[in-house]
């Protein structure tokens, strides 16, 4: 179990500066903040993944929210797509609440970790693919770190999934050529030391929720797979 490592890493993902763009973006939204939140002390800084160390599966999404995770420091807590991917994550076994709104709440999460390929609020939601690419060495730094244990991910959206595709792939597992294409409900079976099944899933945004594109039943039964997948007790 990577836990000393893990936690270094994450303590060194949180002190990262390496995008002007995103430094700005994140310390101004701390700064000014939403009304709703006005009482808030923003975290305002990259924010880490969130999980147990020894996780079997991991949960890929795109960069935290500026009023979500740069708000409370914790991936998918205090927006509506935390909401529903954390009430998902309850409803198949995975977490101990079904809600997550702050760092102290005390969620844990059982057999599954949280994380993103660019660990800082975006502009518009949208990270520019320089962002993403600065962002990777981190990404690959936590799949080496998890990798003793780690047997299936479920990828967020294309933009996650075209991030973590080289991610994959710099950390040791064996990506097919040509890389295969995103899809809801896809699944890829990477080989390496240790064998890996990546599924893909719609982003849980609130376009694809409230549009019905992605409803909490599709949700549920690509995390349901993974973590069967995974050898986790679902």
Aim: charge should be positive.
């Amino acid at each position: 179990m990577n836990t000393s490592g893990l936690a270094q890493l994450d303590r060194r993902v949180a002190d990262c500066r390496a995008c002007p763009r995103l430094v700005a973006w994140r310390e101004e939204v701390a700064r000014t903040k939403r009304a709703a939140f006005a009482d808030w002390t923003y975290w305002g800084r990259p924010v880490p993944g969130f999980g147990p160390p020894d996780a079997r599966l991991l949960v890929i999404g795109l960069a935290p929210a500026a009023h979500g995770g740069n708000r409370t420091g914790r991936m998918f807590t205090g927006d509506r797509s935390g909401d529903v991917l954390y009430q998902a994550l309850y409803d198949v076994g995975l977490a101990s609440q079904p809600t997550s709104e702050s760092a102290d709440d005390g969620l844990e999460l059982y057999g599954v970790r949280v994380t993103s390929p660019v660990h800082c609020a975006p502009p518009a939601n949208k990270p520019t693919p320089g962002e993403r690419d600065t962002c990777r060495p981190w990404l690959v730094q936590e799949l080496r770190l998890l990798r003793p244990t780690l047997r299936a991910a479920v990828v967020l959206g294309a933009f996650g999934w075209q991030a973590a595709l080289p991610a994959f792939a710099e950390a040791g597992w064996n990506v097919p050529r040509p890389r295969p294409a995103f899809a809801h409900g896809t699944r890829v079976a990477l080989d390496g030391p240790d064998d890996l099944d990546l599924f893909g899933c719609f982003h849980v945004s609130q376009r694809n929720t409230f549009t019905g594109r992605l409803t909490p039943e599709m949700l549920r039964e690509v995390l349901h797979t993974a973590a069967q997948t995974a050898g986790l007790s679902v």
